[in-house]
């Protein structure tokens, strides 16, 4: 069964409306979960790393401000895209690793976000 | 950040067919993993190779693993329909709870 849940898994709106997308660990507790995006025909980028308790960690290039994440208990994660735009359009995918060495990460099967 | 290239960026095959996908990194790594995605949807885990390993197999799937070339390949034999969908290899440079880089994709179209 899945590991990972994410919801929803798609989403169209109007440019200035904030959207959340939320990420939950069904299986194990996650002190991390990871949001990556990717745009058509193209690899996933990572964007941040969630933190349980604390702030997350934005790669450079991500606009804290913009992306708003909440990783309030351990195991729901949320990305907020606030204020967005047609530029933000994108597929968003969450992953959760289970602790330990060496051990694969579990995807989402991802936001799909259109911004019209 | 990128980790690296993949080749061939698209491959066409027939069912039955063999086919090797190639991906290059840049950096020191922990393990390298290979994820599979549909069109559309989120990745599925296929195999983990970690840094001290040459060669892993499951099922269908053959990995290989250069740590001097930093490169990986991943072979799919006899290959099926449904084995159509975009592979990517990703990298961990730490052992435990680090976000994975990604190469760029290799679309795999696989024709009956």
């Known amino acids: ?116 | 950040s990128q980790q690296g290239e993949e080749d061939p960026q698209a491959l066409s095959i027939q069912e039955g067919e063999n086919a090797t996908m190639n991906c290059s990194y840049k950096t020191s790594i922990n393990n390298l993993q290979w994820y599979r995605q549909n069109s559309g949807r989120g990745l599925v885990h296929l195999i983990l190779i970690r840094s001290n390993e040459r060669e892993k197999h499951s099922g269908r799937l053959r990995v290989t693993l250069d740590t001097s070339k930093k490169s990986s390949s991943l072979l799919i034999t006899a290959s099926r329909a449904a084995d159509t969908a975009s592979y990517f290899c990703a990298t961990a440079v730490n052992q435990a709870g680090t976000a994975l880089i990604f190469g760029k994709g290799t679309t795999l179209s696989v024709s009956s």
């Open chain 1, 1 to 116: 069964g899945a590991v990972v849940s994410q919801h929803p898994s798609r989403v169209i709106c109007k440019s200035g409306t904030s959207v959340k997308i939320e990420c939950r660990s069904l299986d194990f507790q996650a002190t991390t979960m990871f949001w990556y995006r990717q745009f058509p025909k193209q690899s996933l980028m990572l964007m941040a790393t969630s933190n349980e308790g604390s702030k997350a960690t934005y790669e450079q290039g991500v606009e804290k401000d913009k992306f708003l994440i909440n990783h309030a208990s351990l195991t729901l994660s949320t990305l907020t895209v606030t204020s967005a735009h047609p530029e933000d359009s994108s597929f968003y995918i969450c992953s959760v690793n289970r602790q330990g060495n060496n051990q694969p990460q579990h995807f989402g099967d991802g936001t799909r976000l259109s911004i019209l």
